[in-house]
């Protein structure tokens, strides 16, 4: 299994850019499919983007994609979410998931960190 811990949100204005970080700890990273969730306020959870051990296959959410980018450094154990040209419906606490393997359930979260796009 692996412990997850989000960092980098903040309060940004519409147009920001910001980067999350997501640092993995406790088993082999490669095996595990990496992936960012958000939950905005009175809304359910919901995907952002995925990315496979390999760091060759991402999928993102219609929402976000041509404005983030997943990625991952399997040597420092760390998964990334480039957010660019941020909007207001971007607000949200945005969470990183760990799933062993490929389709498989996401069974590892970190405590989340808030993003804020306000003006």
């Known amino acids: 299994q692996v412990q997850l811990v989000e960092s980098g949100g903040g309060l940004v204005e519409p147009g920001d850019s910001l980067r999350l970080s997501c640092t993995a700890s406790?088993?082999?990273?490669?095996?595990?499919?990496m992936g960012w969730f958000r939950r905005a306020p009175r809304k359910e959870r919901e995907f952002v983007a995925k990315?496979?051990?390999?760091?060759?296959?991402?999928t993102y959410a219609d929402s976000v994609k041509g404005r983030f980018t997943i990625s991952r450094d399997n040597a420092k154990g760390a998964a990334y979410l480039q957010m660019i040209d941020l909007k207001p419906e971007d607000t949200a606490i945005y969470y990183c998931?760990?799933?062993?393997?490929?389709?498989?359930?996401?069974?590892?979260w970190g405590q989340g960190t808030q993003v804020t796009v306000s003006s």
């Open positions: 998931a760990a799933a062993r393997g490929i389709g498989t359930p996401w069974s590892w």
């Open positions: 406790g088993d082999t990273f490669t095996d595990y499919t």
């Open positions: 990315i496979r051990g390999d760091n060759v296959y991402t």
